[in-house]
T-cell receptor
Framework: KNEVEQSPQNLTAQEGEFITINCSYS?????LHWLQQHPGGGIVSLFM???GKKKHGRLIATINIQEKHSSLHITASHPRDSAVYIC???????????FGTGTRLQVFP | GAVVSQHPSRVICKSGTSVKIECRSL??????MFWYRQFPKQSLMLMAT?????????EQGVEKDKFLINHASLTLSTLTVTSAHPEDSSFYIC??????????????FGPGTRLTVT
């Protein structure tokens, strides 16, 4: 069993829909990261969370440390949001990331 | 935000040759740099952790003599794939970490290098 699990693996949506991607982990962490990878391959760090909730534009990330669960929400989705979204966790005092398998999102106009 | 560059972005080489990939932090000094590889439709796999001035720490199963990592300065790390074979064809991504106030760190990713070995 992977230490970081994401669901769903694939997600399609119509433009404007509210999207939720889930991440569960089974290890103790110091922080959880949400990353975005576009078809060209480049990776952008969206959020780093250790508690609570963060918001940036149409993106919201939440984390529940007790339940070892995080969600990434996209409000008013747009075709340009189409990408692979990756959840990753870092442990203790090391910077090393453990990655989930990613969620491939396609938003259609 | 901080920028990490990689060069080249794409490289095609013949089997048996060596290829060097550079990773630079452009506007900050990186405490640590990481090298990852990614196969199609799979997640990133950490290959090694690189700290300036010291030997890289390789993950289990990664051949250190095949994937040579040099971290010459706080802004540059290089990955050399020696005697490349077609199975080394992959997408290689580096990342760099920078510590801010309160020992809070951020990890910034490079755009990746697509290596094709023919």
């Amino acid at each position: 069993k992977n230490e970081v699990e994401q669901s769903p693996q694939n997600l399609t949506a119509q433009e404007g829909e509210f999207i939720t991607i889930n991440c569960s982990y089974s290890v103790g962490i110091s922080a959880l990261h949400w990353l975005q990878q576009h078809p060209g391959g480049g990776i952008v760090s969206l959020f780093m969370l250790s508690s609570g909730k963060k918001k940036h534009g149409r993106l919201i990330a939440t984390i529940n440390i007790q339940e070892k669960h995080s969600s990434l929400h996209i409000t008013a989705s747009h075709p340009r949001d189409s990408a692979v979204y990756i959840c990753a966790v870092s442990r203790g005092n090391t910077d090393k990331l453990i990655f989930g398998t990613g969620t491939r999102l396609q938003v259609f106009p | 935000g901080a920028v990490v560059s990689q060069h080249p972005s794409r490289v095609i080489c013949k089997s048996g040759t060596s290829v060097k990939i550079e990773c630079r932090s452009l506007d900050f000094q990186a405490t640590t740099m990481f090298w990852y590889r990614q196969f199609p439709k799979q997640s990133l796999m950490l290959m090694a952790t690189s700290n300036e001035g010291s030997k890289a720490t390789y993950e289990q199963g990664v051949e250190k003599d095949k994937f040579l990592i040099n971290h010459a300065s706080l802004t540059l790390s290089t990955l050399t794939v020696t005697s490349a074979h077609p199975e080394d064809s992959s997408f290689y991504i580096c990342s760099a970490t920078s510590y801010g106030p309160g020992n809070h760190y951020e990890q910034y990713f490079g755009p990746g290098t697509r290596l094709t070995v023919t």
